[in-house]
T-cell receptor
């Protein structure tokens, strides 16, 4: 049973528009949610996170929203840029360990 | 700072051979992790360590062993490699409590078992 799900394997948006990546989870014990970005042939790098006691966290062009009642979080990128094209992983943390979703490949077209 | 480094970057093994993957971090992190990533899938936790001399099983530990004799190093061993262990392996490290509790990842080791 997959505890963290990213139901969209891919997303394509036009440069300058908003990108919305979604993530659902099942374990109510998760206390932190993180987004990582991964380019080909590189390791993932941390992007932004949110505590389970908050519903929004913003960092520049990136905003993460958390809806605990729906066990759903989303990452908004505004405006999207071609350099944002990468695989985005949602991760949920509890007891020092993180569980990752399968990733969403974002393509931003110039 | 080099961050998290992994050795080797690529390796091809025959079924039944053994090997050790080395992970090193220079950030004085307490926690270290080994993940594998298969095509179209996320990272799955193999083993992790919460401090020097301690290890624990993750989601997919079978066929792997680990050791953390020094705080900065975390070794992943395959005693008898199988084709199902063909994957990209990522090491990561983190503070116990830190900014957003983020993990820092190495560049990965691409392993092929024939």
């Amino acid at each position: 049973d997959q505890q963290v799900k990213q139901n969209s394997p891919s997303l394509s948006v036009q440069e300058g528009r908003i990108s919305i990546l979604n993530c659902d989870y099942t374990n109510s014990m998760f206390d932190y949610f993180l987004w990582y970005k991964k380019y080909p042939a590189e390791g993932p790098t941390f992007l932004i996170s949110i505590s389970s006691i908050k519903d929004k966290n913003e960092d520049g062009r990136f905003t993460v929203f958390l809806n605990k009642s729906a066990k759903h979080l989303s990452l908004h990128i505004v405006p999207s840029q071609p350099g944002d094209s990468a695989v985005y992983f949602c991760a949920a943390r509890t007891a020092g360990k993180s569980t990752f979703g399968d990733g969403t490949t974002l393509t931003v077209k110039p | 700072n080099a961050g998290v480094t992994q050795t080797p970057k690529f390796r091809v093994l025959k079924t039944g051979q053994s090997m050790t993957l080395l992970c090193a971090q220079d950030m004085n992190h307490e926690y270290m992790y080994w993940y594998r990533q298969d095509p179209g899938m996320g990272l799955r936790l193999i083993h992790y360590s919460v401090g020097e001399g301690t290890t624990a099983k993750g989601e997919v530990p079978d066929g792997y062993n680990v050791s953390r004799l020094k705080k900065q190093n975390f070794l992943l061993g395959l005693e008898s490699a199988a084709p199902s262990q063909t994957s990209v392996y990522f090491c990561a490290s983190s503070y116990v409590r830190g900014r957003e509790n983020e993990q820092f990842f190495g560049p990965g080791t691409r392993l092929t078992v024939l």
